[in-house]
């Protein structure tokens, strides 16, 4: 049976497994909604009760979809809008497109510290009082950065956190493993709500999954954790491990065999530090962005871990 949890001190339960939308959606697959059906039905299915998107992702599709066949789920959504007239055109874009009058969770993306809190403080304030009107019912971060989580916990306004945290901590920019675990325990202690996202390092360690799900298991401060998932297989066996139930023999193999690709995300800048470290060159910087050969490429993903702006993916 699916676990739910509380999100830290605002009152909204969740699924200890978290469907994240972006694998399924234009940015990464591209699944038509036809295609996005079975998988999101197989999700609610097993339970699973909360999503994430954002405005970036273009995703409000898919879970309106979700939305008509289950109306009682928690839909978490960010945008990088530092005004209140950016933010409020995200908002209503939201509202909008999911078919609702409220979001459950409305998030900054990728904040950074202190710093950027204040630096869009205009765009905070505005959705503290869209919460007031109860157009959204709890406002948080997404971030990349040990100080983004280090500073959310000295901030009442943030009532939830969203953090990058995996076995190795790729992907991490201003620290180890270890020093956003410790920021997550101090985020978790000031009360807030921290669910966390890449726990198999966007794909780039899946060669170690088990162990992966191992650790981001143990991690009692989390709430909840985000997997992107892209077929019915990958979300069952997602709800297997995270349920702790045995794993099919059938269905691990077919997981293992699903065909993976390298994907490298649009904010690229073309540093050229994953072709200088790929040894099977198939890695070229072609007006200013990294471009795969993907008859070259071996998936081994050594070259994510040069990468300064975590760009790289296997989906």
């Keep these: 049976m699916m676990e739910y949890r ?24 591209n699944k038509t909604l036809e295609e ?13 009760n909360f999503f994430d998107t954002a405005d970036l992702y273009n995703c409000y599709p898919y879970l309106k979809q ?23 055109k995200s908002l209503d874009r939201a509202l909008r497109e999911l078919g609702r009058d409220y979001v459950d969770i409305y998030m900054l993306h990728e904040q950074e510290s202190r710093l950027t809190f204040e630096g869009h403080w205009e765009a905070i304030e505005y959705l503290l009082k869209m919460k007031e009107k109860g157009v959204i019912r709890a406002f948080g971060i997404s971030t990349h950065r040990v100080e983004g989580v280090r500073d959310a916990a000295d901030f009442n306004e943030i009532e939830v956190v969203f953090p990058l945290i995996n076995l190795t901590g790729i992907g991490i920019e201003d620290g180890s493993r270890e020093d956003m675990e410790a920021a997550i325990l101090k985020a978790k202690q000031a009360g807030k709500g921290v669910f966390g996202m ?20 143990g991690l009692e401060t989390l709430d909840a954790i985000a997997f992107g998932m892209q077929s019915v297989d990958e979300v069952r066996y997602n709800v297997a491990r995270i349920n702790g ?18 994907h490298i995300s649009d904010w690229c800048e073309g540093c050229g530090e994953c072709a200088a470290h790929c040894s099977q060159n198939a890695l070229t910087i072609i007006n200013g962005k990294a471009q795969v050969d993907h008859s070259k490429c071996l998936t081994c993903c050594y070259c994510a871990a040069y990468c300064p702006l975590f760009c790289i993916k296997v989906i």
């Design 6 to 29: 509380k999100l830290g001190q605002t009152g909204i339960e969740v699924s200890r497994l978290c469907f994240g939308s972006l694998t399924i959606g234009p940015l990464q697959k």
């Design 198 to 217: 890449k726990p198999l390092g966007g794909g780039n360690l899946l060669a170690s999954k088990e162990a992966c799900f191992d650790y981001i298991l």
């Design 66 to 88: 979700a939305l008509e066949i289950k109306k009682d789920l928690v839909i978490c959504t960010k945008s990088y809008d530092y005004s209140a007239e950016g933010v409020a």
């Design 36 to 48: 996005s059906r079975p998988i999101i039905e197989a999700a609610l299915e097993a339970g699973i």
């Design 245 to 262: 139930e045995p794993i099919e023999a059938e269905l691990e193999k077919r997981v293992a065999g699903a065909k993976k690709s390298l």
